[in-house]
């Protein structure tokens, strides 16, 4: 593929096209607010701090004035806010032509979500996967969609145990269940790559990674938040594999992007490998069905 240096002015003019990116008011999907809604796109910004939402888009309209973007709650730790989000969009809107599953948790104590999940797996797989399976007939209908699925580096220490997914007879490891998390928005998006494969009207399913950012996301960690300042990209750059698994013409479905500089920490987005337990297709149909079974969420 081509060496070019994939950046922001990549980007087509979006008109007409509507977006929904989780985790809208920080980091990553806090630029890729500014920058589709910037190119002319109707953004959803899916949130659970409505007023910090409100303060992004007043932020971003002494860049843009005319921006569409329309503030929704989600708390993608409680099924039923999963599924009211999804049934107000699907009562608002005719078409979804991009799904950015962008929201996340990271190396937090222990904790569940309100469905009683382990926090990390819990918002950033499970709630994603109810998500996505309640968007689906929306994202079918309308041509040419994408559902783009955020991992990152950390899912090469990830190896999920299915008996005991929820951590509740182990001691909490927070590192190790992130990683697990990020591997299994991997299997979650191979898998549902795999499903739609040959379906008509299918949306394309990537995948992307930040590299290291300078994000909230490591606010948790004293140590993380050190080293961020020393290796970690600005938000601008880590922002570009999402942008791109979301426009980029030249993409198929199961594409992975990502930097490619230092160990894949920094730089341009590419198409990059995701480990080869990630490829497990044994795993990544339990974790389907144990996904379904749990959320409830038929595909």
Not at 251 to 266: H, I, M, N, Q
Request: proline share 3%.
């Amino acid at each position: 593929m081509s060496k070019q240096k994939w950046d922001s002015n990549n980007i087509p003019n979006q008109e007409g096209k509507v977006v929904i990116i989780t985790g809208a008011t920080s980091g990553l999907g806090k630029e890729a607010t500014k920058v589709l809604a910037g190119n002319n796109a109707t953004v959803i910004m899916a949130v659970r701090n409505t007023k910090k939402a409100t303060v992004v888009i007043q932020a971003i309209k002494k860049t843009f004035p005319n921006v569409k973007i329309e503030i929704k709650l989600l708390e993608l730790n409680c099924l039923k806010s999963i599924q009211a989000f999804a049934d107000g969009i699907k009562t608002s809107y005719n078409r979804l032509d991009i799904l950015i599953n962008n929201a996340g948790v990271m190396a937090c104590p222990f904790s569940k979500t309100k469905d009683n999940f382990e926090i990390q797996m819990g918002v950033n797989h499970f709630g994603h996967f109810a998500l996505t399976g309640h968007l689906m007939p929306l994202l079918k209908k309308t041509k040419s969609s994408r559902i783009v699925v955020t991992s990152s580096v950390a899912h090469r220490q990830g190896d999920i145990n299915f008996d005991d997914i929820n951590w509740e007879n182990r001691n909490y490891k927070t590192g190790k269940a992130y990683g697990d998390s990020k591997l299994a928005n991997l299997y979650f998006a191979y898998e549902l790559a795999r499903k739609l494969k040959n379906k008509e009207n299918a949306p394309m399913v990537t995948v992307s990674h930040p590299g290291w950012t300078k994000t909230e996301l490591d606010r948790h960690s004293g140590l993380f938040q050190f080293l961020g300042n020393i290796v970690a990209q600005t938000v601008e750059m880590g922002t570009l594999p999402t942008l791109r698994a979301a426009i980029d013409e030249n993409a198929k479905s199961g594409d992975y992007y990502g930097p490619t500089k230092l160990f894949e920490l920094r730089g341009h987005p590419f198409i990059v490998k995701s480990n080869k337990l990630s490829h497990n297709e044994l795993n990544a149909e339990r974790l389907w069905d144990l996904s379904e079974k749990m959320t409830g969420v038929q595909y």
